[in-house]
């Protein structure tokens, strides 16, 4: 199975790229940033965007037929490297002890100035997961 994933809101059909690839049982998804649906940002501090990012890296693994529990590997943006502490903490809210994915975080400037953070990730399904981690 090669699949295009688009999720409305997260991705248009004028977008350049999709909301994800499925390729297989793997999972590519594309860098999800704290817009809201209109394309407005959501949060002003690291931990808010982080927050909004990893619910709509959620949707859009949902849309593909995963959860952020098949995530096998990420790739975090930060345009602050004094946000790092702040962002792990969150981070690990989502991503407990028994499923931490692999991780690159670089320091980059994003492409609105109002971006805190970015998340790109990519995900195994068929691997007999059926529940996400999700911070209450």
Do not use: C
């Not at 991780?103 to 195994?124: F, G, K, S, W, Y």
């Amino acid at each position: 199975m090669d699949d295009i994933v688009d999720v409305p809101g997260v991705t248009t059909g004028t977008s350049p790229y999709p909301s994800a690839r499925r390729v297989g049982d793997l999972v590519f998804v594309s860098g999800q940033v704290s817009f809201d649906d209109t394309g407005n940002v959501v949060g002003t501090d690291v931990v808010e965007q982080t927050r909004h990012s990893l619910t709509r890296l959620d949707r859009v693994l949902a849309a593909a037929g995963a959860t952020l529990h098949d995530i096998a590997s990420a790739t975090v943006y930060l345009a602050n490297a004094e946000d790092a502490p702040r962002f792990n903490e969150e981070w690990m809210r989502w991503f407990a002890a028994d499923h931490r994915p692999a991780r690159a975080t670089v320091v980059a400037a994003l492409l609105d100035p109002q971006l805190l953070v970015e998340i790109q990730a990519v995900a195994v399904t068929g691997r007999g997961s059926t529940e996400g981690k999700e911070a209450e």
